[in-house]
């Protein structure tokens, strides 16, 4: 059930990785608040209407649930709002790099204190090496003259890791496309009553950049959300944590093919040690034994 649950989680990487590109598109024509709530509108009617195709049945939120999901569901409003404002003041790069060290730093302290997951050498070391891949793209682009919002983008990173993690408590009955629509619903309310409050006004509708991206952006949530809600519920916080910053990986090759943002030999090297980390806690420990086994041979024979 593991590897599906990180195939699952590759997959929702590989998506959410198109995220920033999106927000690229919208933002040349949306603000935050009105983008966020068209987009979800979208999400209820597409996420409505698949529930009633499958035949799936509206399940009655539990009271122990109820405080799990209402977190959830305060968490992505938290999340969306600040991505979309961060992804529109610095580069998509320097982004990813606060948002998944806040996600990847959160999944191992939910993961150890709450979940009472065990932090082994080899998760340590993972996680070492994925932050120095971290470092080594994005650091040379960080300026101490957007602090504020190099601030902002960080605690993006830690509500984002509390969105992914806190699936893990709610209890396992409910159709994920229900979720998928609580999650929705959340933000199209609160980014509503903002957008009222500030008077955004709603762009004509044309078939351009902008709205074909908010179009997409919804369809690519609910599959990538389906995929992470799936995948977390069967694998450690700890291990989902490393393998979710895959998306920087995604996203540094998306953003090379749509906007031109060059590759360069740090960025290839900083990218592989990503992959390193997130690879490797999914290595089964009797391969780990074996390597070590026989190097030890070979070490005793020279």
Known sequence: MQSKGIGA????SMLYGFFGIYARYIGSQFDVFTQNWIRNTFVIS????????????WKKVKKKDAPWIIGWVICDILFVISFFIVFNNLS???????????ITITGYVIGTFLLKE????IKLAAIIIS??????IYSGQISSTQIAMLMLGFASGIVGG??????????????????????????LVVNLLLSQLYQHNVPPFTLSAAWISIFLYGITQITADFSMIYGFKLVEAQIGSLILPLEIVFG??????????????ITLIGGSFILTGAI?????QKLWRSCFLYLTVKTTKL
């Open 9 to 12: 989680l590759l997959f929702a």
């Open 46 to 57: 597409l996420t409505t209407l698949l529930i009633i195709l499958f035949k799936q049945k």
């Open 92 to 102: 998509i790069g320097v982004t990813l790099f606060l948002l998944y060290s806040g």
């Open 118 to 121: 065990k932090l082994t050498r």
């Open 131 to 136: 932050i120095f891949g971290l470092l080594l």
């Open 162 to 187: 509390l969105w992914f993690i806190l699936p893990k408590f709610i209890s396992k009955t409910y159709p994920k496309l229900q979720l998928i629509t609580f999650d929705a619903i959340g933000i």
């Open 252 to 265: 540094i090759v998306y953003a090379y093919f749509f906007f031109q943002e060059t590759l360069s030999l």
């Open 280 to 284: 490797l806690p999914n290595i089964p």
